[in-house]
């Protein structure tokens, strides 16, 4: 534990900052709660034209959930970290970052659980207590129960770590191609996709669907989003965890490895 | 001691062809360019010296130090510092020394100078008293707490490069890396740092190794240069030996009323090129260089006022910076060839 706690500062840090730049943040919540709100209209639509009450095994009313549960959860998992390493291999700072007796990976997700946490408070929380009285009073599903939450909260901490595990490796590229904005770009579209943050995964063919349990990415949003809505129970939600799990230490595994490739062929740029 | 071992370093980067044409072309086709950065380098530094390494851009310097921290693997040869290979055990490596890349800043950009002091204090692990006094110093040698709370982002350069070098010394490293630390600086910023350096060196037996451009840094600071030139060592010694070596000829300018009446050569009896003077009509000065080792300044005087009226007269002594320039250009001419 005493060797976890030299990154306790990256992560103080990291809030610190964002809290320097509100601006951009107030800006970046109005610009996904909208996304958010669009994606409930458009939804709204097709279930209002749609012959059938279910669709892909959601009901209008846990669509909705769905929806704001995607958002709630993509704000506290959804932290890109290979932005931070692209900018670290283009400009070369990532030598300042390797005279320090410390872990490059480690440092990095000790900066995305800052975000993370600041992310949780500002905006999620609000949504979320937001949602679930729209839940109560609204829709009339009465709250989520506490099992659920808990649960929902210990598969978001695993999609939080699956997807910044997931992400360093991608960052790694850069050190390659030593330029990667395009590449971020494509991952950003693909995960949307693949997460089932656009649209639920149960929507998929099965085929398709079978493909998918074995990425990592229906791990990273789908699963807890599918968690807190009780889609899984006994056996099955005890599978969606440990594969969430064995997701953890592949990718942790993997990073390592690629890691100690790159540091034998490092070039650091200018000067 | 630091131990370099016949290290070389070799970059391959893909071949890059000009022009839209070529870039196309370099899509489909791969050829690799391979550049021998450093070849085969090796030298030993003991506890507590100061080391000058100097180079023209693009020698290698800056390759050699991010070898010896740990950022890169040589391809070959071995490194150890203080015993610990910095390649295998960086982490360890880095927790023992403190590395300054002028040109970088290894501070957090948007938060206070103070806030960077805090994180590096839980990084390194330095406890509370040790940080007190610690800062105490530092702040008495590098006048940090005049800007101690303002973010590193306002700082001017001469500010954030004290303030980079208290950040490189916060954790007492038995090993300086300073890669031009000097650069950009007003004189009176470069005599501070110097000061700060050699009073770190003086008081806590800290090994330092800077690479520079100025060569008023090694004047003031270095017992020892090492001058590497296309990624080979070409010099190791004192800079009063390479002044000794290299610098054979001095230079003595005299304010004159006339032009020499002869050449001052035959008056001395040695053959032309070990005495050259040059005559400038608009300024009525003479410029004499000559082979220190066949004449000296009292012979050059004397001769000089049997050919002329002298009004004034200044000794100057061969710089470093024209010696190292030689250097350069010579070693240059010869890798070429």
């Known amino acids: ?271 | 001691m630091i131990e370099v071992k016949h290290i070389r370093k070799e970059f391959v980067t893909p071949k890059k062809y000009p022009g839209l044409k070529g870039a196309i072309k370099g899509l489909f086709r791969r050829e690799k360019v391979r550049k021998v950065a450093v070849d085969d380098i090796s030298f030993t530094i003991e506890d507590g010296e100061i080391v000058g390494y100097i180079g023209s851009n693009g020698a290698g310097k800056s390759t050699t130090i991010k070898m010896m921290t740990g950022i890169l693997r040589p391809t070959s040869g071995e490194i150890l510092v203080n015993g610990i290979d910095p390649a295998k055990n960086r982490k360890e490596n880095a927790a023992k020394i403190g590395v300054v890349f002028g040109q970088r800043t290894q501070l957090w950009w948007d938060l206070p100078l103070s806030e960077s002091f805090t994180i590096l204090r839980e990084i390194y692990d330095v406890p509370r008293e040790d940080y007190e006094s610690r800062m105490a110093f530092l702040n008495e040698v590098l006048g940090l707490q005049e800007f101690f709370d303002s973010p590193v982002r306002t700082l001017s350069l001469g500010q954030r490069m004290r303030a980079d070098l208290g950040a490189a010394l916060l954790h007492n490293p038995k090993v300086l890396y300073l890669d031009e630390p000097t650069i950009g600086l007003d004189i009176v910023v470069k005599d501070n740092i110097r000061k700060a350096i050699r009073r770190i060196n003086r008081e806590h037996n800290t090994t330092v190794i800077l690479t520079t451009h100025d060569m008023g840094d090694i004047e003031e600071l270095c017992s020892r240069i090492i001058i590497i030139d296309e990624g080979r060592k070409i010099y190791d010694g004192t800079p009063e030996h390479l002044r000794d070596t290299y610098g054979s000829h001095r230079m003595v300018r005299a304010e004159v009323s006339r032009p020499l009446s002869g050449d001052l050569w035959a008056l001395l009896q040695v053959e032309p090129q070990a005495c050259i003077a040059d005559y400038d009509p608009q300024r009525k000065l003479v410029e004499i260089r000559f082979d220190k080792n066949r004449l000296h300044v009292p012979q050059i005087l004397h001769g000089l006022m049997q050919l002329t009226e002298v009004s004034d007269v200044h000794i100057i002594e061969t710089d470093l910076a024209e010696i190292v320039k030689q250097i350069y250009t010579h070693g240059a001419s010869e890798g070429r060839a």
Request: aromatic share 18%; net charge positive; charged share 10%.
């Open chain 1, 1 to 271: 534990m005493k060797g976890l706690r030299i990154y306790l500062p990256f992560t103080v840090n990291e809030i610190k900052r964002q809290m320097s730049y509100k601006g951009a943040f107030y800006l970046f919540i109005l610009i996904s709660t909208f996304g958010s709100f669009v994606s409930y209209f458009l939804w709204s639509a097709i279930y209002g034209s749609s012959p059938q009450a279910v669709l892909g095994g959601l009901s209008r009313s846990e669509m909705t959930v769905y929806i704001f549960m995607v958002y709630v959860t993509s704000a506290i998992v959804n932290i890109s970290i290979s932005d931070w390493v692209s900018e670290d291999v283009v400009k070369g700072t990532v030598a300042m970052q390797l005279i320090k007796p410390m872990d490059y990976r480690l440092s990095l997700i000790a900066r995305a659980t800052g975000v993370m946490a600041y992310q949780f408070v500002l905006p999620s929380v609000f949504i979320w207590i937001g949602l679930e009285v729209y839940k109560y009073f609204v829709l009339g599903l009465g709250f989520t129960a506490l099992a659920n939450i808990g649960l929902y909260l210990l598969s978001s901490l695993m999609s939080f770590l699956i997807f910044v595990l997931f992400d360093f490796c991608v960052g790694m590229i850069a050190f390659f191609t030593n330029y990667i904005f395009g590449l971020l770009m494509v991952k950003e579209a693909l995960l949307s996709f693949l997460t089932g943050q656009l649209i639920p995964l149960s929507f998929f063919p099965a085929a398709v669907q079978r493909i998918f349990d074995f990425l990592p990415f229906s791990s990273m949003i789908y699963t807890p989003v599918m968690i807190y809505l009780g889609k899984y129970r006994g056996g099955e939600l005890a599978w969606v965890l440990l594969r969430q799990l064995i997701w953890v230490l592949l990718l942790y595994g993997l990073g390592s490895l690629i890691w100690r490739r790159v540091t034998k062929r490092l070039v650091v740029l200018g000067g």
